[in-house]
């Protein structure tokens, strides 16, 4: 094997040094090369990094702003109802709902239909009835073959529904003035008898205790504005201007104070309510937002409990403030030590209650979550309505037993299902960006956790707070008729008025009757007694 010729090595020292000097400028060299080049690379990577990162920003945002878009075209169009498939079903298991079986894929392509029979509303038995006969000639009544005459075998009822437009008439209140003639003719001063003038709700008015409820449950109930009840009255021939009934029920609403005082109080006196807010435009209050809390306990309607027993009256109150600070809460429930089901509002903490959640608005998120998923597809919203739905199936099927009962229920049913949902929305959290709807709902669930849950400890917590958005609404609906209220005294009338009525629904109660009745008796009450005769539930009518 050949060698090869090494490299000449000077010998002298200065040549040696300046070859070194030489090899060491081009390893600095190298060096610097290979530095710019590891920079440059480092470089690209950054700026590849960051490009990286600014478009999955970028695709964030498109994303919350496709979700915004697609939750905004559903709330306008779609329907408003939050039903989930399978609610009301206690075995509907989460593998069930993202792996369809060949038995439903065939039952999807199965097309059937079922037809709709037409139903004729029917008429109450306690309407009045007035018969009309149609009967045949009496030279009708013989046999056509034998001659012998007809017996009635029966007939044919048929009932037809006729509307008496209302009657409007004047009372005249006559009292007869008596003197004395003798006193007349002889005497320096002659007495004058008369009879007092009949109480009234108001006197020296027009209004009675008909035309008052008349005014009162056309606007508060049935959401008619006084503007069209002024163009109503006067197709009957009566000018009634809306300002006058306007300062009506103002006045009416001040002689209703100890009656709502009364209300509150028993209210209060109860182991269980619930509360809700909406905003109020009032002209005269410098406030860009007022706001009308209701408050209440019991259920829609009166029912028997399941030892045949009455059930306590329910209550609606509903309370006018200029602000939405936790104040208001806090000063109407002062004192107040019992359980209170409410929304997310963080303003109910200041209050002695014991807060409960509503697990109606923690389902929504998953729903609005579930809107805007891809069409036909199931994924994280699914399975947590599933586990929510099986919650609702459970309320209803214990919807008749008592408190004592209802919490047995819940712990034995219902605690391994919130348990099962805890841990998967612990580990959903860290899975799904915090931004878009999947996650939001995740962390609003978790984040009212402890309030959610609260309703397994006590029977007398409902799942949710539909009913306190269930009182609310009427108002809501009367609001977008006459939008705003003029005045703050108006507000506060608004308030008293909406709370007779809807406690008065509330109790199986007529609205008009009850405010009929109660006008009529209010102005007989004495100094200091008692108006529990007056409530809704005892009032004679």
Known sequence: ?????????????????????????????????????????????????????????????????????????????????????????LFNEVEECLTPSAEEVAADETMTYIRKKSRRSSLSAELPREDVVHDIAGADKVCDDCGHDLHQMGEEVSEKLEFIPATVKVIRHIRPKYSCRCCEQQAT??????????????????????????????????????????????????????????RWLIRVSRQLTPLYQRLHALMLERPALWSDDTPVKVLD???????????GCGGD?????????????????YDYQDGRGGIHPNTFLAGYHGLLQVDGYAGYHGTDAMLAGCWAHARRKFIEAKAVQPKGKTGRADQALNLIQKLYGIEKSIRQLSIEDKRAARQAQSASIMEQLKAWLDKALHQVPPKNAIGKAIGYTLNQWDKLQVYLEHGAAAIDNNRAERAIKPFVIGRKNWLFSNSRSGAQASAMLYSLIETAKANNVPPGVYLTALFEQLPHLTDGESVDHLLPWAIRL
């Open 1 to 89: 094997m050949k060698k090869t010729r090494a490299t000449a090595i000077p010998d002298d020292i200065e040549s040696l040094k300046q070859q070194l000097l030489e090899m060491q400028t081009l390893l600095q060299k190298s060096q610097r090369e290979s530095l710019r080049h590891q920079q440059e690379s480092e470089r690209v990577q950054k700026e590849s990094a960051h490009h990286q990162r600014e478009a999955k920003r970028f695709q964030q945002l498109y994303n919350h702003a496709l979700e915004q878009w697609q939750l905004a075209l559903r709330k306008r169009f779609a329907a408003s109802s939050e039903g989930h498939p399978g609610q009301g079903e």
């Open 189 to 246: 001063r002659t007495t004058i008898k008369i009879a007092p003038s009949p109480a009234s709700i108001l006197p020296k008015s027009i209004a009675t205790p008909t035309l008052l409820s008349q005014i009162i449950t056309a606007k508060y109930q049935f959401g008619l504005p006084l503007y069209r009840q002024e163009a109503l009255f006067k197709s009957f021939g009566i000018e009634l201007h809306r300002q006058t009934m306007s």
């Open 285 to 295: 209050v410098d406030k860009v937002q007022c706001t009308m809390w209701v408050y």
């Open 301 to 317: 309607k009166s029912e028997s409990l399941p030892n045949n027993t009455a059930s306590p009256p329910n209550i609606v109150l």
